[in-house]
């Protein structure tokens, strides 16, 4: 069996990580709106003309909350493949994961304020 080449695999995992993003985009409805959000919120970034730290900052923020929502959605989904039936310590681990979640979003709505409020006002 021939070994596949550095070039070949980063290919692959590319294609496999695009497969997954995909796959979050459809099967999960949290993600859907905070895809929505972050569509929005680079809309109004064009609208408000933004400066560069404020787009950085903004972008961080939108790339952040969607990528730890895809990983409380990997969370839940093993941890209701290991154990199906309801458990006390699964609870736990689930409700920790979608405790980042909010962590992440309180503070990206934080950063959308201080942004958008002064041009706003």
């Given at each position: 069996m021939s070994k596949e080449s550095f070039l070949v695999n980063r290919i692959k995992s590319v294609g496999f990580a695009i497969r997954g993003?995909?796959?979050?985009?459809?099967?999960?409805?949290?993600?859907?709106?905070?895809?929505?959000?972050?569509?929005?919120?680079?809309?109004?970034?064009?609208?408000?003309?933004?400066?560069?730290?404020?787009?950085i900052m903004q972008l961080f923020a939108i790339a952040l909350v969607l990528g730890t929502e895809g990983m409380n959605t990997a969370v839940e989904k093993l941890c209701d493949f290991v154990q199906p039936e309801f458990d006390e310590k699964i609870g736990f681990i689930k409700d920790i994961s979608a405790g980042a979640v909010m962590l992440v979003s309180i503070v990206a709505s934080i950063i959308g304020c201080i942004t958008y409020i002064p041009k706003i006002f």
């Open positions: 993003a995909i796959l979050l985009i459809r099967s999960e409805a949290s993600i859907k709106i905070q895809v929505c959000l972050g569509l929005i919120m680079t809309a109004a970034g064009f609208y408000f003309d933004i400066s560069t730290t404020e787009w």
